[in-house]
């Protein structure tokens, strides 16, 4: 068995194993796999040159040492522009596509405060008409019922957050209480209906 094929074989693969790694998620994998390829050339190096040519060992420890981080910022710095590259790496976005949603979330922000009234049913996601817009939004985790006076109390995402308004409770005028029906008793304090007998 030639070993020092084993240690250059494995050198190589646990390279290439390292640069996969940055570049497609694996969980983890792939990093170990890449270890393994390294343990396998280490040994293969020792069995080749640690008794019979130190010199070659000690020569191959010092390319591990420079040959992993040049080789790791070099993929990372010349990958991305080749073709390849591009296929697996998303450009950012550009300032035009970030400014328009920007754009939008401060104009949903700007809602917030404001009364609207619920289009659908809100269950708990639908839609409701702010400033003659028609707007996403959910509630609080309440079943809303169409055409429901709503106030927006926040913003998560590109949904408008609402809650139901509480209309105020209504008092008693005078004139409703002089229509109230009244109980009269009795002069001696008896009641003016008789209790059935059980």
């Known amino acids: 068995m030639d070993y020092s094929l084993i240690a250059i ?12 790694e940055i570049f497609i998620p694996s969980g983890g994998l792939i990093a170990v796999l890449a270890l393994s390829s ?5 040994w293969g190096a020792w069995m080749a040159w640690w008794g019979t040519s130190p010199g070659f060992w000690w020569t191959y420890i010092a ?8 080789t790791i910022g070099m993929a990372v710095k010349i990958f991305p522009n080749t073709a390849w590259g591009k296929k697996f790496i998303h450009e950012a976005p550009t300032l035009e596509e970030v400014s328009g949603f920007q754009a939008e979330t401060d104009h949903l922000r700007s809602l917030v405060g ?28 309440m079943i809303i019922d169409p055409r429901v006076d709503v106030e927006i109390i926040a913003v998560e995402g590109t949904r408008l957050v609402v809650k139901m308004v509480k209309k105020p ?8 209480e002089k229509t109230a029906p009244k109980r009269e008793s009795l002069a001696d304090g008896s009641l003016d209906f008789e209790v059935p007998e059980t």
Do not use: Y
């Open 9 to 20: 074989l494995g050198l190589i693969i646990a390279l290439m194993m390292f640069v996969a």
């Open 38 to 42: 390294m343990a396998a050339s280490l």
């Open 63 to 70: 390319s591990i040492i420079l040959l992993i981080p040049t």
């Open 114 to 141: 404001k009364t609207g009234k619920t289009q659908t049913l809100l269950n708990p996601s639908g839609f409701v008409i702010v400033d003659h817009e028609r707007h996403h939004c959910e509630s609080q985790g």
């Open 169 to 176: 409770v209504k008092e008693s005028s005078d004139t409703e």
